[in-house]
Each structure stands twice: as C-alpha cells, then as structure tokens.
C-alpha cells in the first residue's frame, strides 16, 4: 500500500511536468503560428488553461512529501519534541481530511460533467470531465500522503519506544 501511495504521488507529478512541456509546445506553436505565419489559433488559450489547472494541482502530493508547502514555524521550533509531534499530527490529518473531502467534492463534479457530457462553449468542444479530473487527483494523492505521513510518524515513534 505505501508503495502504491508513492506511485500515486510521482505519477501526479509527472503528468504535471508533462503538462508544463505541453504549455511550453502550445505557447510557442502560438507564437509561431500568430507572428511567422499570420495565422494565430484559437484553441491555445483554452489548452494553456487547462494544462495550469493540471499544474496547480496535480503535484500537491509529491510537494508535500518533500516538506515545499507553506508552513510556519517560528513557534513551532520553540515548542517541546512531545508538542511539535502532536502539531505535526494535528497538521497531517487537517490535512488529509481537507483533501479527501475536497477529492469527494472534485470526483462529484468530475463526474456530473462525464455523465452529462459537459464540454467547453469554445469551437474545441473540450469534454469539461478532462479539465477536471486533476482537481480531484490530486487531492487524492495529497490526502494519501499525508495519511502516509501520519502512519510514519507513529511507526517511529513506536520504534522509538
């Protein structure tokens, strides 16, 4: 299972690289089609957009396990090792709970769009489920972490015993 959660974890991440590649190839299709050949698309924003949301949220989990999330902790540090254990605890499920719910929320969406065949007002058609699914992905994969990293954090402590 933990091994899953981490396939899970590079997995969002990569498809987010990859839809920063693919950010990269339509921008500068854009550019090449508006300013060398005088013939702009109209489908380049509308991709752009989509591959942002994939970016956003897609490596939430992978930012999380190596510790790149906001935190504060000026007073964090001044607290006792008993005490930043329980904050990190605390911390690790506020954070799973938010993620599951919000993947729940997502995956309804994701799938009234698939159902009732949503797509985008633009001549692309762009089936809405699609532009989606990364929402509710990738707080599944953070939600999984950091339940990973509540389990580990109670296996060492029990190590430590």
């Known amino acids: 299972m933990l091994s899953l959660i981490r396939v899970l974890s590079l997995v969002t991440y990569r498809v987010a690289q990859i839809s920063i590649?693919?950010?990269l190839a339509v921008v500068t299709g854009e550019v090449v089609a508006?300013?060398?050949f005088n013939s702009p698309t109209q489908s380049?924003?509308?991709i752009t957009e989509y591959c942002l949301v994939a970016m956003g949220?897609?490596?939430l989990a992978m930012i999380y396990r190596r510790g790149g999330h906001v935190s504060v902790e000026l007073l964090i540090d001044l607290l006792p090792t008993d005490a930043k254990t329980i904050c990190n605890k605390v911390s690790?499920?506020?954070t799973a709970a938010f993620s599951f719910l919000v993947f729940w929320f997502g995956m309804g969406m994701t799938l009234h769009a698939f159902e009732s065949q949503t797509a985008s007002s633009s001549l692309m058609a762009f089936p809405m489920w699609i532009a989606y699914l990364p929402i509710p992905l990738g707080f599944l994969a953070?939600?999984?972490q950091s339940a990973l990293d509540l389990l580990s954090q109670n296996v060492?402590?029990?190590g430590d015993q």
């Open 34 to 36: 508006r300013y060398i």
């Open 44 to 46: 380049s924003l509308e």
């Open 21 to 23: 590649l693919g950010t």
């Open 156 to 158: 060492a402590q029990e």
């Open 57 to 59: 949220f897609l490596p």
């Open 92 to 94: 690790a499920v506020i």
């Open 142 to 144: 953070l939600g999984f």
